[in-house]
Protein backbone atom coordinates (compact mmCIF):
# COMPACT_ATOMS: atom_id res chain seq x y z
CA UNK A 1 0.00 0.00 0.00
CA UNK A 2 2.83 2.30 1.22
CA UNK A 3 4.00 2.30 -2.44
CA UNK A 4 1.22 3.71 -4.38
CA UNK A 5 1.80 7.17 -4.64
CA UNK A 6 -1.19 9.25 -4.90
CA UNK A 7 -0.58 11.21 -8.40
CA UNK A 8 -0.28 8.31 -10.45
CA UNK A 9 -2.97 8.26 -13.51
CA UNK A 10 -5.47 5.49 -13.33
CA UNK A 11 -4.29 4.98 -17.23
CA UNK A 12 -0.87 3.41 -15.75
CA UNK A 13 -3.00 1.73 -12.84
CA UNK A 14 -5.03 0.18 -15.74
CA UNK A 15 -2.22 -1.17 -17.28
CA UNK A 16 -0.36 -3.07 -14.36
CA UNK A 17 -2.36 -6.18 -15.07
CA UNK A 18 -1.20 -6.51 -18.67
CA UNK A 19 2.12 -5.99 -17.26
CA UNK A 20 1.99 -8.56 -14.42
CA UNK A 21 0.08 -10.71 -17.09
CA UNK A 22 2.68 -10.49 -19.74
CA UNK A 23 5.84 -11.14 -16.81
CA UNK A 24 4.18 -14.10 -15.67
CA UNK A 25 3.93 -15.64 -19.51
CA UNK A 26 8.14 -14.64 -19.39
CA UNK A 27 8.16 -16.49 -16.21
CA UNK A 28 6.38 -19.57 -17.61
CA UNK A 29 9.07 -19.48 -20.71
CA UNK A 30 12.08 -19.40 -18.26
CA UNK A 31 12.66 -16.09 -19.48
CA UNK A 32 14.68 -14.42 -16.32
CA UNK A 33 15.46 -10.85 -17.59
CA UNK A 34 14.11 -8.51 -21.03
CA UNK A 35 15.11 -5.08 -21.82
CA UNK A 36 12.59 -2.13 -22.10
CA UNK A 37 12.73 -2.44 -25.91
CA UNK A 38 11.92 -6.45 -26.16
CA UNK A 39 8.86 -6.03 -23.67
CA UNK A 40 7.81 -2.73 -25.17
CA UNK A 41 7.95 -5.28 -28.34
CA UNK A 42 5.62 -8.17 -26.70
CA UNK A 43 3.50 -5.49 -25.20
CA UNK A 44 3.10 -3.68 -28.02
CA UNK A 45 3.90 -0.48 -26.20
CA UNK A 46 6.99 1.73 -26.99
CA UNK A 47 9.96 1.19 -24.71
CA UNK A 48 10.09 4.38 -23.32
CA UNK A 49 6.23 3.98 -22.29
CA UNK A 50 7.52 1.40 -20.57
CA UNK A 51 10.11 3.16 -18.95
CA UNK A 52 7.73 5.90 -17.68
CA UNK A 53 5.03 3.81 -16.41
CA UNK A 54 7.43 1.38 -14.65
CA UNK A 55 9.51 4.98 -13.42
CA UNK A 56 6.43 6.04 -11.40
CA UNK A 57 6.77 2.84 -9.10
CA UNK A 58 10.61 3.91 -8.37
CA UNK A 59 11.86 2.37 -11.33
CA UNK A 60 12.83 -0.99 -11.64
CA UNK A 61 15.41 -1.87 -14.70
CA UNK A 62 19.08 -1.44 -14.63
CA UNK A 63 21.09 0.18 -16.90
CA UNK A 64 22.55 -2.54 -19.18
CA UNK A 65 20.07 -5.13 -17.94
CA UNK A 66 16.74 -4.31 -18.11
CA UNK A 67 14.35 -5.93 -16.21
CA UNK A 68 14.34 -8.78 -13.52
CA UNK A 69 11.10 -10.57 -15.02
CA UNK A 70 10.55 -12.02 -11.48
CA UNK A 71 10.97 -9.16 -9.09
CA UNK A 72 9.24 -6.87 -11.60
CA UNK A 73 6.21 -9.49 -11.84
CA UNK A 74 6.37 -9.25 -7.83
CA UNK A 75 6.84 -5.40 -7.20
CA UNK A 76 3.84 -5.15 -9.59
CA UNK A 77 1.56 -7.76 -7.56
CA UNK A 78 2.28 -6.18 -4.89
CA UNK A 79 1.46 -2.53 -6.46
CA UNK A 80 -1.91 -4.03 -7.25
CA UNK A 81 -2.24 -5.64 -4.21
CA UNK A 82 -2.31 -9.20 -5.45
CA UNK A 83 -0.07 -10.24 -1.95
CA UNK A 84 -3.25 -10.04 0.01
CA UNK A 85 -6.10 -12.10 0.36
CA UNK A 86 -9.59 -10.60 -0.15
CA UNK A 87 -12.92 -12.26 1.22
CA UNK A 88 -15.50 -12.09 -1.22
CA UNK A 89 -18.89 -13.02 -1.95
CA UNK A 90 -21.35 -12.76 -4.33
CA UNK A 91 -24.74 -11.39 -4.79
CA UNK A 92 -27.21 -13.02 -6.93
CA UNK A 93 -26.40 -16.47 -7.54
CA UNK A 94 -27.63 -17.06 -11.43
CA UNK A 95 -25.89 -17.74 -14.42
CA UNK A 96 -23.51 -14.97 -14.06
CA UNK A 97 -23.19 -15.47 -10.55
CA UNK A 98 -22.60 -19.14 -10.60
CA UNK A 99 -20.10 -18.71 -13.51
CA UNK A 100 -17.82 -16.40 -11.72
CA UNK A 101 -18.13 -19.02 -8.49
CA UNK A 102 -16.87 -21.97 -11.26
CA UNK A 103 -13.78 -19.90 -12.39
CA UNK A 104 -10.80 -20.90 -10.20
CA UNK A 105 -8.66 -18.17 -10.96
CA UNK A 106 -10.12 -15.25 -9.37
CA UNK A 107 -8.61 -17.22 -5.95
CA UNK A 108 -5.30 -16.66 -7.52
CA UNK A 109 -5.56 -13.15 -7.62
CA UNK A 110 -6.15 -13.15 -4.01
CA UNK A 111 -9.91 -13.07 -4.08
CA UNK A 112 -11.29 -15.69 -1.90
CA UNK A 113 -15.10 -16.54 -2.44
CA UNK A 114 -16.68 -17.12 1.00
CA UNK A 115 -20.31 -17.23 0.23
CA UNK A 116 -23.17 -15.76 -2.28
CA UNK A 117 -26.67 -14.64 -1.25
CA UNK A 118 -29.76 -14.49 -3.41
CA UNK A 119 -33.24 -14.03 -2.75
CA UNK A 120 -34.73 -16.96 -4.81
CA UNK A 121 -35.92 -19.82 -2.05
CA UNK A 122 -34.85 -22.48 -5.13
CA UNK A 123 -30.90 -21.77 -4.90
CA UNK A 124 -30.56 -21.22 -1.51
CA UNK A 125 -29.02 -24.27 0.43
CA UNK A 126 -27.24 -25.36 -2.93
CA UNK A 127 -23.48 -24.95 -3.11
CA UNK A 128 -21.62 -24.05 -6.02
CA UNK A 129 -17.46 -25.88 -5.54
CA UNK A 130 -18.42 -25.92 -1.72
CA UNK A 131 -19.38 -22.45 -1.62
CA UNK A 132 -23.01 -22.20 -0.17
CA UNK A 133 -26.01 -20.08 -1.49
CA UNK A 134 -27.62 -18.54 1.46
CA UNK A 135 -30.67 -15.85 1.98
CA UNK A 136 -29.50 -12.05 1.50
CA UNK A 137 -31.28 -11.62 4.71
CA UNK A 138 -28.24 -13.57 6.09
CA UNK A 139 -25.92 -11.37 4.51
CA UNK A 140 -25.02 -9.03 7.20
CA UNK A 141 -24.14 -11.09 9.44
CA UNK A 142 -22.23 -12.99 7.58
CA UNK A 143 -20.15 -9.86 6.23
CA UNK A 144 -19.30 -9.12 9.92
CA UNK A 145 -18.67 -12.37 11.02
CA UNK A 146 -16.27 -13.85 7.84
CA UNK A 147 -14.50 -10.53 7.72
CA UNK A 148 -16.17 -10.41 3.99
CA UNK A 149 -13.64 -7.01 2.09
CA UNK A 150 -15.48 -7.70 -1.49
CA UNK A 151 -18.71 -8.07 -3.20
CA UNK A 152 -19.81 -8.88 -6.12
CA UNK A 153 -23.28 -7.83 -7.68
CA UNK A 154 -24.38 -10.31 -10.23
CA UNK A 155 -28.36 -9.00 -9.69
CA UNK A 156 -30.34 -7.82 -12.31
CA UNK A 157 -30.46 -4.29 -13.04
CA UNK A 158 -32.85 -3.71 -10.93
CA UNK A 159 -32.28 -4.94 -7.68
CA UNK A 160 -28.47 -3.87 -7.72
CA UNK A 161 -29.28 -0.47 -6.17
CA UNK A 162 -30.94 -2.16 -3.32
CA UNK A 163 -28.17 -4.29 -3.05
CA UNK A 164 -25.00 -1.77 -3.24
CA UNK A 165 -27.34 -0.23 -0.03
CA UNK A 166 -27.15 -3.37 1.61
CA UNK A 167 -23.52 -3.84 0.88
CA UNK A 168 -22.59 -0.38 2.03
CA UNK A 169 -24.72 -0.94 5.17
CA UNK A 170 -22.88 -3.72 6.33
CA UNK A 171 -19.47 -2.01 5.75
CA UNK A 172 -18.76 -3.49 2.31
CA UNK A 173 -15.99 -0.93 0.70
CA UNK A 174 -15.10 -2.46 -2.66
CA UNK A 175 -17.86 -3.58 -5.07
CA UNK A 176 -17.24 -5.45 -8.50
CA UNK A 177 -20.19 -4.91 -10.28
CA UNK A 178 -21.91 -6.52 -13.51
CA UNK A 179 -25.32 -5.59 -12.81
CA UNK A 180 -25.77 -2.40 -15.79
CA UNK A 181 -26.37 -0.16 -13.46
CA UNK A 182 -24.50 2.86 -11.94
CA UNK A 183 -24.13 2.68 -8.25
CA UNK A 184 -24.80 5.66 -5.82
CA UNK A 185 -22.22 4.95 -3.06
CA UNK A 186 -20.50 6.96 -0.39
CA UNK A 187 -17.37 8.39 -1.66
CA UNK A 188 -15.26 6.00 0.46
CA UNK A 189 -16.80 2.54 -1.45
CA UNK A 190 -15.88 1.83 -4.55
CA UNK A 191 -17.44 -0.04 -7.59
CA UNK A 192 -15.43 -1.26 -10.55
CA UNK A 193 -17.84 -2.03 -13.05
CA UNK A 194 -17.60 -4.66 -15.91
CA UNK A 195 -19.63 -4.31 -18.81
CA UNK A 196 -18.87 -7.49 -20.96
CA UNK A 197 -21.51 -6.19 -23.99
CA UNK A 198 -19.51 -2.90 -24.54
CA UNK A 199 -16.17 -5.00 -25.56
CA UNK A 200 -18.65 -6.54 -28.03
CA UNK A 201 -19.85 -3.21 -29.38
CA UNK A 202 -16.41 -2.62 -29.81
CA UNK A 203 -16.11 -5.52 -32.11
CA UNK A 204 -19.25 -4.91 -33.38
CA UNK A 205 -17.81 -1.60 -34.35
CA UNK A 206 -15.01 -2.58 -35.79
CA UNK A 207 -16.43 -5.90 -37.98
CA UNK A 208 -18.03 -3.03 -39.64
CA UNK A 209 -15.69 -0.98 -40.76
P1 LIG B 1 -30.00 -14.51 -13.66
O1 LIG B 1 -31.42 -14.14 -13.73
O2 LIG B 1 -29.57 -15.86 -14.09
O3 LIG B 1 -29.46 -14.29 -12.15
C1 LIG B 1 -29.78 -13.21 -11.35
C2 LIG B 1 -29.92 -13.72 -9.93
O4 LIG B 1 -30.07 -12.62 -9.05
C3 LIG B 1 -31.13 -14.63 -9.74
O5 LIG B 1 -30.73 -15.83 -9.13
C4 LIG B 1 -32.05 -13.81 -8.82
O6 LIG B 1 -32.81 -14.61 -7.95
C5 LIG B 1 -31.04 -12.97 -8.07
N1 LIG B 1 -31.57 -11.72 -7.52
C6 LIG B 1 -32.51 -10.89 -8.03
N2 LIG B 1 -32.71 -9.84 -7.21
C7 LIG B 1 -31.89 -10.01 -6.15
C8 LIG B 1 -31.66 -9.27 -4.97
N3 LIG B 1 -32.27 -8.13 -4.73
N4 LIG B 1 -30.76 -9.75 -4.09
C9 LIG B 1 -30.11 -10.91 -4.34
N5 LIG B 1 -30.29 -11.67 -5.43
C10 LIG B 1 -31.18 -11.22 -6.34
O7 LIG B 1 -29.23 -13.40 -14.47
P2 LIG B 1 -27.75 -13.45 -15.07
O8 LIG B 1 -27.79 -13.89 -16.48
O9 LIG B 1 -26.88 -14.19 -14.12
O10 LIG B 1 -27.36 -11.92 -15.07
C11 LIG B 1 -27.17 -11.26 -13.83
C12 LIG B 1 -26.83 -9.80 -14.03
O11 LIG B 1 -25.58 -9.69 -14.69
C13 LIG B 1 -27.82 -9.03 -14.89
O12 LIG B 1 -27.92 -7.72 -14.36
C14 LIG B 1 -27.16 -8.99 -16.26
O13 LIG B 1 -27.57 -7.86 -17.01
C15 LIG B 1 -25.73 -8.85 -15.82
N6 LIG B 1 -24.73 -9.28 -16.80
C16 LIG B 1 -23.67 -8.46 -16.91
C17 LIG B 1 -22.62 -8.77 -17.71
C18 LIG B 1 -21.50 -7.81 -17.73
O14 LIG B 1 -20.59 -7.93 -18.52
N7 LIG B 1 -21.50 -6.85 -16.86
C19 LIG B 1 -22.60 -9.99 -18.52
C20 LIG B 1 -23.75 -10.81 -18.29
C21 LIG B 1 -24.78 -10.46 -17.46
Redesign the pocket.
Known amino acids: MDRIRPNISMAVIRRLPKYYRYLGDLMEKGITRISSKEFGRIMGFTASQIRQDLNCFGGFGQQGYGYNVKELREEIGNILGLNRRYNTII???????QAIANYSGFAEAGFILKGM????PR?IGISIRAVKIMD?DEMKGFIARENINVAII???????Q??ANRLVDAGIKAIWN???EDLNVPDDVIVEN????ESLMVLAYLMNQ
Not at 117 to 120: A, G, P, Q, S, Y
Not at 154 to 160: I, Y
Not at 194 to 197: A, G, I, P, R, T
Open positions: VGAGNLGFDINLICTPKEGADVFAPVYLS
